[in-house]
């Protein structure tokens, strides 16, 4: 699904990732940690084809094509999906809109018809059903005014729509209460099948209690410095990064 | 004014003989314009005609035109309008009218009140619309403590011409505690000559104590070609009135339109009033709010959209000339092509106006790296316990925005019209009107970027 090689990004001049080797197959569940400002972020955007991004080395394959070369519209179309840490407000532009747009973006990319407005209902009430997702805001311009959970929840509602193959959470446990935390996880979980993949961003093994990773790897100053499976996460919640990061100098 | 302007622009050679031209269609015409001969009229063409040929054009030395050259309007000489042999019909106007907005209608053509097309319908009683040529024919003694009396015939040669030719537009006035159920729609068409014609129309509408009116005022073109409106409005809205006020303003990109909005406003009323300025070449609004007594509230919204090579400008200023006033003024342009746009608000509270509340918004959008915007805040405080806040942004679409649209599936095309449709559409949402929402959504989804695919999606 991704295979990701000696990836290396900068930032202005800046070294972010300094070589990064990931493959995500599909039905795998990819969990990563690390520090702050170690590049997790970097590496979602970079996946989702934010501009801004210097790839300095290494290649990113999607489905076996390179993904560096898609505009960032063909990668969700081609069912890339990136829940964003900090979602972004967007006045005037209606939540059902947006979301109907995307949708038939991506139908029309697979060569489906466009859903019309009762079937599309149809499916967006079903799934903010499915995410406990208050049906008012769906009514209100795309995050505006959320609450930091609201804004969480619709990401994880916009990839319950949308259904994607690839799907990167960064961070999106963060600032959930426990109810919210929960209904992320069985959203992540009902998507979850030997087709997808997954990719969650996250400090908290509180998350991976709910949703089982198949691996998990320690990102630190831009490389992946630790792979393992869930226990490492475990080990992390409990000893810190400390060692790893130690380990990892001495060899 | 500083002294620092060095490039003192010339006075066009012509300019001398562009007075003269307006000067003799007046004495043309004087004799013929309604309620002649009453002394106070007279007085007030009088003292427009003489303002004119004292002014003439603004000229770039006038710092409230410094951005705006007039001298597209100047350098021709535009001629009133002949009797109009009207060959239309309700047809030929819809797709200027509110269809589904039950309101009493007024059609002006080239300036002039065109019964046929209108319908004024039944008002309540304690409220009169009409033509001002027939207000001024037969109720004089109605309009002459208002009429004139705000906006002022010498304030710039635009005003001086529209006070010198003042014959027609509408007339709306409100007794004490009148409530209009439905919105007063005032529809200024304008039929392009062969030879460059002007319009001056001239509305007035007053609120008395406790009233209420909703009135929009459109202008559009119906054909191609070059023509100028000169209109200028005079609201005064009486204590405890409330007054909803729109100018949509969507001519012909080759006509010019200048107006004036000038207001007055009594103790404890309320006046929200909404530009929007889309259409002509050149389009020039001065919205003027009098905040003459305690506890009065000004809302000023505003939208302009322009594109090639349009320019609008947009001069609002808020007189808080008692305590206990707020003003909150919200303007947004979208400026394409080689366009230009021009805000400049002038807030000023008078000494002893305390606790006044102003606010000011000015957010422009530049969707191509030849468009220009000039944006300005005059504040002119002179009262300590207040609360005054101004704000002005000029940036193109952001990038985090268009970023998560793309990462949606949406195309960066459609992303940028939809975040242009949505930067706009803000500003329409806060229109109480549903009908007039529902047309300018409608107008605005023909002039984003990508309008085919965004059309689809809203
Ligand atoms: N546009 C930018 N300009 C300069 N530096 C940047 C930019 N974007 C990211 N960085 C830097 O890159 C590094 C990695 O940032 P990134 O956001 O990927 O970290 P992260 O692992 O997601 O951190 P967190 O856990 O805090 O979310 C940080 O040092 C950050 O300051
Ligand atoms: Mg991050």
Redesign the pocket.
């Known amino acids: 699904m991704l295979e990701i090689s000696d990836l290396r990004v900068s930032?202005?001049g800046?070294d972010?990732l300094k070589g990064i080797n990931l493959t995500v197959n599909a039905g795998e569940v990819h969990a990563i940690m690390?520090p702050?400002?170690?590049?997790?972020?970097?590496l979602s955007h970079v996946i989702a084809g934010r501009e801004?991004y210097e790839v300095t080395g290494g290649s990113v394959l999607y489905g076996g094509k390179d993904l560096m070369e898609m505009e960032p519209e063909e990668r969700a179309r081609e069912g890339v999906f990136l829940a964003f840490?900090y979602p972004v407000e967007i006045p005037g532009v209606n939540n059902v809109y947006f979301l109907k747009a995307a949708v038939n973006a991506v139908r029309k990319h697979q060569g489906l018809d466009e859903l019309d407005a009762i079937d599309f209902m149809k499916l967006v009430k079903e799934k903010a059903k499915a995410v406990k997702m208050d049906e008012s805001l769906l009514k209100r311009a795309v995050n505006e005014g959320f609450s930091g959970g609201e804004k969480k929840r619709n990401e994880i509602f916009q990839m319950a729509v949308l259904e994607p193959k690839l799907a990167v959470l960064d961070?999106t446990d963060s600032g959930l209460d426990i109810d919210a935390l929960r209904i992320v996880a069985e959203g992540v979980n009902s998507l979850r099948n030997e087709h997808r993949s997954i990719m969650l961003v996250t400090?908290y093994q509180r998350l991976l209690n709910y949703i089982e990773p198949d691996y998990v790897h320690v990102l630190a100053d831009g490389r992946i410095v630790k792979s393992g499976d869930r226990r490492l996460a475990e080990e992390l919640e409990e000893r810190g990064y400390g060692w790893v990061l130690k380990r990892e100098v001495a060899a | 004014m500083s002294g620092q302007s060095t490039s003192v622009a010339q006075t066009p050679a012509m300019s001398a003989s562009v007075v003269d031209h307006y000067l003799s269609e007046h004495a043309a015409v004087g004799p013929t314009l309604p309620a002649l001969g009453v002394a106070w009229i007279d007085g007030l063409r009088r003292e427009g005609r003489d303002a004119f040929a004292k002014l003439g054009f603004p000229t770039p030395r006038d710092e409230a035109w410094k951005y705006t050259r007039v001298a597209p309007i100047e350098k021709r000489a535009f001629r009133l309008q002949g009797e109009l042999c009207i060959g239309f019909d309700e047809d030929d106007i819809a797709p200027f009218l509110l269809p589904t907005l039950a309101c009493h209608r007024l059609v002006f053509v080239n300036g002039r009140y065109a019964p046929p097309l209108s319908k004024p319908g039944k008002l309540s009683p304690g409220a009169r619309l009409m033509s001002m040529d027939r207000a001024l024919r037969e109720h004089a003694d109605l309009l002459e403590s208002h009429l004139g009396r705000h906006a002022d015939p010498s304030a710039n040669g635009f005003t001086a011409l529209n006070a010198a030719f003042m014959a027609d537009g509408a007339c709306l006035i409100l007794g004490a505690r009148t409530r209009l159920e439905k919105p007063v729609h005032l529809v200024f068409l304008s039929i392009p000559q062969e030879e460059p014609v002007v319009a001056h129309p001239r509305n007035l509408v007053v609120a008395g104590e406790g009233s209420q009116a909703q009135v929009i005022e459109s202008y559009a073109s119906l054909g191609t070609g070059t023509y100028w409106t000169n209109v200028v409005t005079e609201l005064v809205v009486g204590e405890n009135a409330t007054l909803d006020h729109y100018r949509i303003q969507e001519e012909h990109t080759r006509a010019f339109h200048v107006a004036t909005l000038q207001a007055h406003q009594a103790r404890d009323s309320r006046l929200r009033s909404h530009s929007v300025s889309f259409g002509a070449q050149l389009a020039r609004n001065d919205i003027n709010a009098q905040l003459d007594a305690e506890g009065s509230e000004c809302v000023l919204n505003g939208l302009f959209m322009a594109d090639g090579r349009q320019h609008v400008d947009f001069h609002t200023t808020v007189e808080h000339a008692r305590p206990h006033g707020s003003s909150q003024e919200y303007f947004k342009g979208i400026l394409d092509g080689r366009s230009r746009g021009v805000f400049n608000g002038r807030v000023h509270v008078h000494p002893g106006a305390q606790k006044t509340d102003a606010m000011q918004s000015n957010r422009n959008l530049l969707l191509s790296k030849d468009a220009e915007v000039d944006t300005k805040p005059e504040l002119e405080i002179y009262a300590d316990d207040v609360k005054c806040s101004h704000g002005a942004t000029v940036g193109q679409l952001d990038p985090d925005m268009l970023f998560y649209l793309r990462a949606r599936g949406i195309d960066g095309a459609t992303a940028r019209g939809l975040l242009t449709y949505g930067f706009a559409q803000d500003v329409i949402d806060r229109m109480p009107i549903p009908q007039v929402r529902e047309r300018l959504s409608h107008t605005l989804l023909t002039r984003v970027p990508d309008a085919e695919h965004v059309k689809g999606m809203v």
């Open positions: 930032v202005g800046k972010i690390g702050n400002g170690s590049g997790k972020s970097t801004g840490q961070e400090h």
